[in-house]
């Protein structure tokens, strides 16, 4: 009785953590969505993988902030969960996937793939690390593997990663249409899921252009924002 009274008792303590997370993302960042078209709007939701641009730890609070209908499970780094306390002794009663990035492990996949069935969005940064120059780097093949393996459409955003409490720039992002991964009669290979990750980072990067009227390359291949 001792147990189950301590597990409803952290349940709660999570989700009053999770409200309060959300109402300070919503003071200090004061964040924005915008939509491409009804396509992008009418995804909210449906079960997908929700990916995003990654510039900081905070990333995936102003996401989930602004995306409240889509019943997101974030992937979240094991090596980061293990570090933290808080993390460790929430960790069961978040909507949180961790994923070993040091290890070969598909643990993370398939817990991910039983959620995306049960109706749930799975929400990851493909990029793997925070970025924190904001320029968009490749992306792993993790997600298009996921979405690949359930049969749901990848949902790509842009942030433009504005962390500046109360004043200054607004934290905006710019939902882009949802992208299905129909891998091919043979089957998924490396060829086909780097294909698939250059259509998702371009993407992302038309989002960014779109969003902030230009796309921001690294230092040493040219100024620190050019046109795209």
């Given at each position: 009785?001792?147990?189950?009274?301590?597990?409803?008792?952290?349940?709660?303590?999570?989700?009053?953590?999770?409200?309060?997370?959300?109402?300070?993302?919503?003071?200090?960042?004061?964040?924005?969505?915008?939509?491409?078209?009804?396509?992008?709007?009418?995804?909210?939701?449906?079960?997908?993988?929700?990916?995003?641009?990654?510039?900081?730890?905070?990333?995936?609070?102003?996401?989930?902030?602004?995306?409240?209908?889509?019943?997101?499970?974030?992937?979240?780094?094991?090596?980061?969960?293990?570090?933290?306390?808080?993390?460790?002794?929430?960790?069961?009663?978040?909507?949180?996937?961790?994923?070993?990035?040091?290890?070969?492990?598909?643990?993370?996949?398939?817990?991910?793939?039983?959620?995306?069935?049960?109706?749930?969005?799975?929400?990851?940064?493909?990029?793997?690390?925070?970025?924190?120059?904001?320029?968009?780097?490749?992306?792993?093949?993790?997600?298009?593997?996921?979405?690949?393996?359930?049969?749901?459409?990848?949902?790509?955003?842009?942030?433009?990663?504005?962390?500046?409490?109360?004043?200054?720039?607004r934290f905006r992002m710019i939902i882009g249409e949802p992208v299905m991964m129909t891998p091919p009669?043979?089957?998924?290979?490396?060829?086909?899921?780097?294909?698939?990750?250059?259509?998702?980072?371009?993407?992302?990067?038309?989002?960014?252009?779109?969003?902030?009227?230009?796309?921001?390359?690294?230092?040493?291949?040219?100024?620190?924002?050019?046109?795209?």
């Amino acid at each position: 009785m001792w147990k189950a009274i301590a597990e409803g008792l952290r349940r709660f303590a999570a989700a009053i953590v999770q409200v309060l997370l959300r109402l300070a993302v919503l003071v200090a960042y004061r964040p924005k969505r915008v939509f491409v078209s009804d396509a992008a709007r009418q995804a909210l939701g449906q079960p997908c993988v929700v990916i995003s641009n990654h510039v900081r730890g905070w990333d995936g609070s102003c996401v989930f902030t602004l995306l409240p209908r889509q019943k997101l499970t974030g992937l979240v780094a094991k090596d980061m969960v293990e570090k933290s306390r808080a993390l460790r002794f929430f960790l069961p009663v978040l909507p949180l996937v961790p994923i070993d990035r040091e290890h070969a492990s598909l643990n993370w996949l398939r817990e991910s793939r039983r959620l995306l069935k049960a109706g749930r969005s799975i929400y990851l940064c493909p990029e793997g690390k925070c970025q924190f120059d904001h320029v968009v780097r490749d992306f792993k093949p993790g997600f298009a593997t996921l979405a690949a393996a359930a049969q749901v459409p990848v949902l790509p955003i842009y942030h433009n990663g504005e962390y500046h409490p109360v004043f200054g720039r607004r934290f905006r992002m710019i939902i882009g249409e949802p992208v299905m991964m129909t891998p091919p009669p043979e089957g998924l290979s490396g060829s086909t899921l780097e294909e698939e990750c250059r259509q998702l980072h371009r993407a992302v990067q038309e989002l960014e252009m779109r969003l902030n009227g230009a796309v921001r390359q690294e230092a040493e291949e040219s100024s620190d924002e050019v046109s795209h």
